[in-house]
């Protein structure tokens, strides 16, 4: 029997069929139109997958936060305008007859990580995603570790340094706000006096801009606090790290090594790797989810 | 068929049995003569057990860290001077003729306080002991988190804060020497520029001493980090408190409580209780372990 993963995304829904052992069959992707409510876009999705005209058990859904993964609902994830208090796995249950299992984008990608990727044969991983911000999750002995009230691996608001915060609702020194892709050219932009994205700045410590290099070992710093607080709470076999900045910039991920290495009590149970999964792990860690 | 517990301490080895429900039937202590080796020590404990006279599968043992728990190996703790590389589990299994399982001292306390006390019937427990020390365990479904390198829950070293290392090893800004009774006596006492210790600053600040409710209120401040922090990796159903600073001092639990309200996205997510098994929740842990 195939798997089937469904990838809700703030501009595109994605759905895929897999192998048992994971290989992907047949993948199709549409616009999620934002003039339109949840269940005119997914009724698409939903034809989509009628259309692929396969046996299956039920559907795995990843979707950006806050979600209820125990009430199967959509809480109020800020690039989902409109789908607020959305109560997807009814919806699909009712559409489809099948079962289906919600969970968030980065437990999903970490899951296949985890299973299929960098993390396989582990038994306990914590994937770590960097890019516009800092996601996570953390997977043990194969399954997602969703916590009691579905926040677990909900790194981003961790406290790692003294500083005022910078966003509303967000902690002063939170994870997010010092080390994300989105941190990076924000502090670097207000040092410089122009605006430049991560992908700016990585470039310009490649030249060897003095200010970009300040900028980058200073979120590197924060990202190996992050790393060692979470090993001090569940002290993984492997930390995988995904996201746009991880995987563009290998250098980072080895500096942040290098420093969560000096802040560990013993640096030899720090094992680093980048992620495998490509650009389909949420669908794969989606369909891993049934 | 009757459960067993043993605690190794620094100073006191202590072994008792019980009922299946947890119910305590007999008990023994003997100091632990540091003058002699493990084994030597231990074979006392074992004459005890043989004393008792009754059927069991196995014994629990719980014990000051660092430890292997994988090999059921003692590796360097600091109050366990001559211990050091003791295949304590292979010991007890040659010399009872049964199974034995290790864990360390705050992992078996807080299964304790999972199974039988504030936190029976809850999927995830943390438990946090605030006393010399700052130590923790995670015990998810009934069962504590190891970790993979035996070092899961071991929270004293999470940074939370930048300031300078107060002990070699140690990280700058680390929990346990911002938040622990010694770390509020070291604090209270620079500034009051003489020696107290953690119960004499509770005490003063009942008097409402300054000083005192200033270091008291920073180190709940650091606390509630910590708990911050460890909601965001794990996010559990209850975070239980133990250890003397919290036990005595319910009021610190409270203020610790209130702060960690206030840096968690969802201040509901977050309950605390304190700590109900006892004194004996590290025997009660430790015979929970076979």
């Given at each position: 029997m195939r798997r089937i993963g469904i990838d809700i995304g703030g501009t595109q829904l994605r759905v895929a069929t897999f192998e048992e052992d994971g290989a992907l069959v047949t993948k199709a992707s549409m616009p999620n139109d934002h003039t339109k409510g949840p269940a005119e876009n997914l009724e698409r999705l939903a034809c989509a997958i009628e259309g692929f005209g396969i046996d299956y058990e039920g559907v795995g859904i990843g979707c950006p936060g806050p979600l209820d993964f125990s009430l199967g609902r959509i809480l109020n994830p800020p690039n989902l305008p409109g789908w607020e208090g959305f109560d997807i796995?009814?919806?699909?249950?009712?559409?489809?007859?099948?079962?289906?299992?919600?969970?968030?984008?980065?437990?999903?990608?970490?899951?296949?990580?985890?299973?299929?990727?960098?993390?396989?044969?582990?038994?306990?991983?914590?994937?770590?995603?960097?890019?516009?911000?800092?996601?996570?999750?953390?997977?043990?002995?194969?399954?997602?570790?969703?916590?009691?009230?579905?926040?677990?691996?909900?790194?981003?608001?961790?406290?790692?340094?003294?500083?005022?915060?910078?966003?509303?609702?967000?902690?002063?020194?939170?994870?997010?706000?010092?080390?994300?892709?989105?941190?990076?050219?924000?502090?670097?932009?207000?040092?410089?006096?122009?605006?430049?994205?991560?992908?700016?700045?990585?470039?310009?410590?490649?030249?060897?801009?003095?200010?970009a290099c300040a900028v980058v070992d200073d979120a590197a710093t924060m990202l190996a606090r992050g790393v060692c607080n979470i090993s001090c709470v569940v002290d993984p076999d492997i930390f995988v790290f995904g996201g746009s900045v991880a995987l563009y910039n290998p250098d980072f991920v080895d500096l942040v090594h290098k420093k969560a290495r000096d802040l560990v009590l013993n640096p030899d149970t720090l094992t680093f790797a980048l992620a495998e999964c490509g650009g389909d792990a949420g669908l794969m860690g989606a369909a891993l989810l049934v």
């Amino acid at each position: 029997m195939r798997r089937i993963g469904i990838d809700i995304g703030g501009t595109q829904l994605r759905v895929a069929t897999f192998e048992e052992d994971g290989a992907l069959v047949t993948k199709a992707s549409m616009p999620n139109d934002h003039t339109k409510g949840p269940a005119e876009n997914l009724e698409r999705l939903a034809c989509a997958i009628e259309g692929f005209g396969i046996d299956y058990e039920g559907v795995g859904i990843g979707c950006p936060g806050p979600l209820d993964f125990s009430l199967g609902r959509i809480l109020n994830p800020p690039n989902l305008p409109g789908w607020e208090g959305f109560d997807i796995v009814r919806w699909f249950e009712d559409r489809l007859g099948c079962r289906a299992v919600l969970n968030n984008d980065a437990n999903v990608a970490g899951l296949a990580e985890a299973r299929l990727g960098a993390g396989r044969g582990l038994g306990s991983v914590v994937y770590l995603t960097v890019s516009t911000g800092v996601g996570a999750a953390y997977v043990l002995d194969g399954h997602i570790v969703g916590g009691a009230h579905s926040c677990a691996a909900e790194v981003f608001n961790m406290v790692v340094v003294d500083r005022p915060s910078v966003r509303l609702g967000m902690n002063g020194g939170a994870l997010e706000d010092q080390a994300s892709g989105t941190a990076i050219g924000r502090m670097a932009s207000e040092r410089l006096g122009m605006p430049v994205d991560a992908a700016q700045v990585f470039a310009l410590r490649r030249e060897g801009n003095e200010v970009a290099c300040a900028v980058v070992d200073d979120a590197a710093t924060m990202l190996a606090r992050g790393v060692c607080n979470i090993s001090c709470v569940v002290d993984p076999d492997i930390f995988v790290f995904g996201g746009s900045v991880a995987l563009y910039n290998p250098d980072f991920v080895d500096l942040v090594h290098k420093k969560a290495r000096d802040l560990v009590l013993n640096p030899d149970t720090l094992t680093f790797a980048l992620a495998e999964c490509g650009g389909d792990a949420g669908l794969m860690g989606a369909a891993l989810l049934v």
